[in-house]
């Protein structure tokens, strides 16, 4: 069984491979109080995080997440596994969630195009938007690891289903990440999952059935 599951996988980068940030130089540990999470910490502004945070009510995630709730949510400055700098982690046994907020310039700002681009977050077009999309693909797998808990077989028919036609490269990579990047597509690209990967948005629409959850797009 994975522990944990990793976003990987652009090579190390050194310290000046980032983009400036000097927004983001107010660096300051933040304690946020929220109903979906026993713990927040943000090293963004109050604003920001607010911002993402706000994220489960748009989108009609927030009464499941009350109930379900993470122990601990993290946005931070740098996510490492392994000694390599990821967008994200999500601990299914902890649940537990750090998001880095820095990327590379390779990493956002790339074009929709089926398997040519990297991930959901690296569509979005600026820097400050990339942990958006990076927050939703955690609530996606945060909203699986709850679905293991809740109906096993269902849960198990999602790790069966065919992932050759998922619309991220990082999709690929795994069942637990084709759901995840399935899940940030419903809200982020919908249009696209219906049109591209039909296994992936019938695996996504037969869940949030279950569950009672219907989804909201963002823009
Ligand atoms: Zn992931």
């Known amino acids: 069984m994975r522990r944990r599951n990793h976003e990987t996988a652009f090579r ?13 130089q107010h660096v300051r540990f933040l304690r946020v109080i929220c109903p979906y999470a026993q713990q927040v910490q943000s090293v963004l502004s109050d604003e920001h995080t607010q911002l993402l945070l706000a994220i489960p009510k748009k989108i009609g995630l927030l009464d499941f997440l009350i109930q379900h709730p993470y122990t601990a949510l993290r946005f931070e400055n740098r996510v490492l ?13 902890k649940k537990e969630v750090d998001i880095g907020i820095r990327r590379h310039p390779s990493e956002y700002s790339q074009t929709y195009s089926k398997q040519k681009f990297w991930n959901i977050s690296a569509l979005a077009n600026t820097l400050p938007q990339v942990t958006e999309p990076t927050f939703v693909h955690e609530l996606g797998h945060h909203l699986h690891g709850t679905l293991r808990e809740l109906d096993l077989p269902l849960f198990r028919s999602t790790m069966l289903t065919p992932k050759s036609d998922a619309l991220s490269q990082y999709g690929l990579a795994n069942s637990f990440e084709y759901f995840a990047e399935c899940f940030a597509a419903n809200v982020f690209q919908r249009v696209e999952l219906m049109l591209d990967d039909q296994f992936g948005c019938a695996m996504i629409e037969r869940v949030l059935d279950r569950l009672e959850l219907e ?3 963002l823009p």
Do not use: C, T, W
Not at 14 to 23: K, T
Not at 81 to 87: C, E, P
């Open 215 to 217: 989804i909201k797009e």
């Open 12 to 24: 190390p980068l050194g310290e000046q491979s980032f983009p400036s940030l000097e927004r983001y």
């Open 81 to 93: 596994y392994l000694g390599n700098d990821v967008s994200g982690i999500y601990d299914f046994q």
